[in-house]
């Protein structure tokens, strides 16, 4: 990997940015909003190249900018390539930039150094679901892809720059297309072999395999299972807060039939309790999901997306049961509250609370340590620097909360 100085990088940027915008209407909007917003390299002072003199907040707003131009097109992807060979010469352990790296060097076809890059996210973080499925995935691509361009005719699959996984692809399809014409010709097993490794590389680029299917046997719960589970049971919700890391609520916590917790949680039996029955999270979410739990509720607005990460995510053993589809989104999924009753903006734990008093089932429903962030998040290294939820949901979930509460005492607040 070549680096990329930073003036270099930031006129890549200005570049793409003016091609955006250059088109009426403009093309990926959200993209050409956060380029707008980088300065342009004539601002910088003489000394901010690869080195020192780089602020964090710039090498933020890069990585921030090629996180969406990755979702583009391949101008995108390069340019969030080049991104990379920026920040990651100042920022070698960085799992954002390294992966950032890896789904763009995916999208464009280099495989072989997207599994690189894939396999360094794991060294830096195990619990990177994603990044593990892909290394599994693309281990199991490239001897494939290899085996399948030898099949095919002698020049057929040149990129000529191009997408060198979609020139392969296409290749294998035309071959497979004349042979199918001219029936009767040519070596049949060769045939079905080019057609089953075609239909391994479109596979493997949607869904990677999985050595476990049933995920150790984990068990799914839909709306009834999971409100028979909770049904005459005490629950409470532990908030990921100041408040829970600097008391002594660990007895207290441990004492309730239900504990559950979300996404990023920590565990520090004497602050916060040992146990962890249910662990809510967003699909997108990376945290936490080896730690063995009886139940794992994972939230989610998109089904497609929703479908993929969970696939991606689980980890065989870590967990029972896991809650189905239809859980995914309670609030606008079974409470059917659109924005028009609900304009405000979901949080995992407001999407939890809603639903626990919509099912109405337990007799007792605390909310420990939710002080709406008075006291700062208290959540796993990793996962600090992620924003709060804003203020808007931070208002409205208060409100929320507080025209239920029965009682409030101290860091407990009671809705049943």
Same mark, same amino acid.
């Given at each position: 990997?070549? &680096?990329?100085?930073?003036?270099? =990088?930031?006129?890549? =940027? @200005?570049? *793409?940015?003016?091609?955006?915008?250059?088109?009426?209407?403009?093309?990926?909007?959200?993209?050409?909003?956060?380029?707008?917003?980088?300065?342009?390299?004539e601002d910088l002072g003489p000394d901010t190249v690869i080195g020192p003199?780089?602020?964090?907040?710039?090498?933020? @707003? *890069?990585?921030?900018?090629?996180?969406?131009?990755?979702?583009?097109?391949?101008?995108?992807?390069?340019?969030?390539?080049?991104?990379?060979?920026?920040?990651?010469?100042? !920022?070698?352990?960085?799992?954002?930039?390294?992966?950032?790296?890896?789904?763009?060097?995916?999208?464009?076809?280099?495989?072989?150094?997207?599994?690189?890059?894939?396999?360094? =996210?794991? /060294?830096?973080?195990?619990?990177?679901?994603?990044?593990?499925?892909?290394?599994?995935?693309?281990?199991?691509?490239?001897?494939? %892809?290899? /085996?399948?361009?030898?099949?095919?005719?002698?020049?057929?699959?040149?990129?000529?720059?191009?997408?060198?996984?979609q020139a392969l692809e296409s290749a294998a399809l035309r071959h497979i297309?004349?042979?199918?014409?001219?029936?009767?010709?040519?070596?049949? @097993?060769?045939?079905?072999?080019?057609?089953?490794?075609?239909?391994? %590389?479109?596979?493997? !680029?949607?869904?990677?395999?999985?050595?476990?299917?049933?995920?150790?046997?984990?068990?799914? *719960?839909?709306?009834? /299972?999971?409100?028979n589970r909770i049904a005459d049971r005490s629950i409470c919700l532990v908030?990921?807060?100041?408040?829970?890391?600097?008391?002594?609520?660990?007895?207290?916590?441990?004492?309730?039939?239900?504990?559950?917790?979300?996404?990023?949680?920590? $565990?520090?039996?004497?602050?916060?309790?040992?146990?962890?029955? $249910?662990?809510?999270?967003?699909?997108?979410?990376?945290?936490?999901?080896?730690?063995?739990?009886?139940?794992?509720?994972?939230?989610?607005?998109?089904?497609?997306?929703?479908?993929?990460?969970?696939?991606?995510?689980?980890?065989?053993?870590?967990?029972?049961?896991?809650?189905?589809?239809?859980?995914?989104?309670?609030?606008?999924?079974?409470?059917?509250?659109?924005?028009?009753?609900?304009?405000?903006?979901?949080? =995992?734990?407001?999407?939890?609370?809603?639903? $626990?008093?919509?099912?109405?089932?337990?007799?007792?429903?605390? *909310? $420990?340590?939710?002080?709406?962030?008075?006291?700062?998040?208290? !959540?796993?290294?990793?996962?600090? +620097?992620? &924003?709060?939820? +804003?203020?808007?949901?931070?208002? +409205? %979930?208060?409100?929320?909360?507080?025209?239920?509460?029965?009682?409030?005492?101290?860091?407990?607040? +009671?809705?049943?």
């Amino acid at each position: 990997m070549t &680096p990329v100085n930073v003036p270099d =990088c930031l006129a890549a =940027c @200005a570049r *793409l940015c003016g091609s955006l915008t250059a088109v009426r209407g403009g093309r990926y909007p959200e993209l050409a909003d956060l380029l707008v917003l980088l300065p342009s390299p004539e601002d910088l002072g003489p000394d901010t190249v690869i080195g020192p003199a780089v602020s964090d907040e710039l090498l933020d @707003a *890069l990585l921030a900018a090629g996180e969406k131009a990755v979702a583009t097109d391949d101008a995108g992807r390069r340019l969030a390539l080049t991104i990379t060979r920026t920040v990651l010469p100042l !920022r070698g352990n960085s799992r954002p930039a390294w992966r950032l790296r890896a789904q763009a060097l995916e999208a464009l076809g280099e495989l072989a150094d997207a599994l690189l890059a894939y396999e360094r =996210c794991v /060294e830096l973080a195990g619990f990177d679901g994603h990044a593990r499925s892909r290394v599994t995935a693309l281990r199991t691509a490239l001897p494939e %892809q290899r /085996e399948l361009a030898a099949l095919l005719p002698p020049d057929t699959t040149g990129t000529s720059g191009g997408n060198p996984v979609q020139a392969l692809e296409s290749a294998a399809l035309r071959h497979i297309d004349e042979r199918l014409a001219s029936a009767g010709t040519g070596d049949p @097993a060769a045939l079905s072999r080019v057609i089953a490794l075609y239909a391994d %590389q479109r596979r493997h !680029r949607l869904r990677p395999p999985i050595a476990d299917p049933t995920y150790g046997g984990t068990g799914w *719960l839909g709306l009834g /299972e999971f409100r028979n589970r909770i049904a005459d049971r005490s629950i409470c919700l532990v908030a990921n807060s100041g408040t829970v890391r600097d008391g002594s609520l660990g007895e207290l916590i441990d004492s309730y039939d239900v504990v559950v917790r979300f996404t990023s949680y920590v $565990i520090d039996p004497a602050a916060t309790g040992s146990r962890t029955d $249910i662990h809510v999270t967003g699909h997108r979410k990376v945290f936490n999901w080896d730690r063995p739990v009886t139940t794992r509720l994972v939230l989610g607005d998109n089904a497609a997306a929703w479908r993929t990460d969970v696939r991606a995510r689980l980890v065989p053993g870590a967990q029972r049961h896991t809650c189905e589809e239809s859980l995914r989104a309670p609030v606008r999924g079974i409470g059917r509250l659109g924005k028009d009753a609900w304009p405000h903006p979901l949080t =995992c734990s407001f999407e939890v609370m809603w639903l $626990i008093d919509f099912l109405d089932v337990s007799p007792r429903l605390d *909310l $420990i340590g939710f002080d709406f962030h008075r006291t700062g998040p208290y !959540r796993l290294p990793d996962a600090m +620097s992620i &924003p709060a939820a +804003s203020a808007e949901a931070n208002t +409205s %979930q208060k409100e929320w909360v507080m025209q239920r509460a029965q009682n409030v005492d101290g860091a407990v607040i +009671s809705l049943r």
